[in-house]
C-alpha cells in the first residue's frame, strides 16, 4: 500500500525557518516525480516545488530562492527547507507523487493536481507577522 507521510509543519515567526519531510514506502520511489503543494485558507492548492528522480528542482517563483526541495532515493524522503518564511506562506502543505516517464517533473512545478498518482494528508505551517 502507497504511502506518504508528512511532518515537520508548525508556527514560527515571520522570518524564521521550517524543514518538511515526507516518507515515502510502497513503491518504487525513483519513478516518481515528486513535489510539495499547499493549500491556503480559501484558497486553490498550487503547486509550490518539484524534484525529478534526477535531482532537478523547480520552484514556484513565489519561494524561488527560500525554499529548498530535496529527495533521497535511497532513502525514500522528499523534504523542504522553507527560510525566510512570510505570513502568505501559511498553508497546509502536502507532499505528492506523480508515475512519470523516468521519473521527471515534465511540467516542473507545476505539475497538474489530476496527475497526481498519491497525496500525503498535509502538514499544517502558519507563520505570524
Known amino acids: 500500500q502507497v504511502q506518504l507521510v508528512e511532518s515537520g509543519g508548525g508556527s514560527v515567526q515571520a522570518g524564521g525557518s521550517l524543514r518538511l519531510s515526507c516518507a515515502a514506502s510502497?513503491?518504487?520511489?525513483?519513478?516518481?516525480?515528486m513535489a510539495w503543494f499547499r493549500q491556503a485558507p480559501g484558497k486553490e492548492r498550487e503547486g509550490v516545488a518539484a524534484?525529478?528522480?534526477?535531482?532537478?528542482?523547480s520552484y514556484a517563483d513565489s519561494v524561488k530562492g527560500r525554499f529548498t526541495i530535496s529527495r533521497d532515493n535511497a532513502g525514500m524522503i522528499l523534504k523542504l527547507e522553507m527560510n525566510s518564511l512570510k505570513p502568505e506562506d501559511t498553508a497546509m502543505y502536502y507532499c505528492?507523487?506523480?508515475?512519470?516517464?523516468?521519473?521527471?517533473?515534465?511540467?516542473?512545478?507545476?505539475?497538474?493536481?489530476?496527475?497526481?498518482?498519491?497525496w500525503g494528508k498535509g502538514t499544517l505551517v502558519t507563520i505570524s507577522s
Open positions: 505528492a507523487a506523480a508515475l512519470t516517464s523516468g521519473g521527471r517533473c515534465p511540467f516542473g512545478y507545476k505539475q497538474p493536481l489530476a496527475g497526481m498518482n498519491y
Open positions: 510502497g513503491y518504487v520511489y525513483r519513478t516518481y516525480c
Open positions: 524534484i525529478a528522480s534526477d535531482g532537478i528542482p
